[in-house]
């Protein structure tokens, strides 16, 4: 399944994923830092999405309250609710 998300409080436009049996099969950021946004995406490609989400929950960028790591979590849960 395929899933776009408008993030909110970061630089990044958008984030689109590809979850298939709970997997993170893709990620790409629009916008952003980046190297940054590269880095996490690649990085969560093969992880269980619950996993993934677990991890990045949370994470802060300056005091803004979330980051790119932390929209993608969301992203990721409203995908997850999605299936």
């Known amino acids: 399944m395929k899933y776009s998300y408008t993030p909110t409080g970061v630089c990044s436009r958008k984030i689109m994923i590809e979850i298939e ?3 993170i ?4 950021f629009t916008g952003g830092c980046n190297g940054n946004t590269q880095g996490v995406a690649s990085l969560v490609k093969g992880m269980y ?3 993934a989400v ?3 929950r949370g994470i802060d960028c300056n005091g803004r309250g979330t980051s790119c790591p932390d929209q993608l979590a969301i992203c990721i849960e ?3 609710e999605q299936e």
């Open 21 to 23: 049996n709970g997997i």
């Open 49 to 51: 999405a619950k996993d």
């Open 54 to 56: 677990k991890r990045l």
């Open 78 to 80: 409203k995908a997850l």
């Open 25 to 28: 099969k893709d990620c790409e």
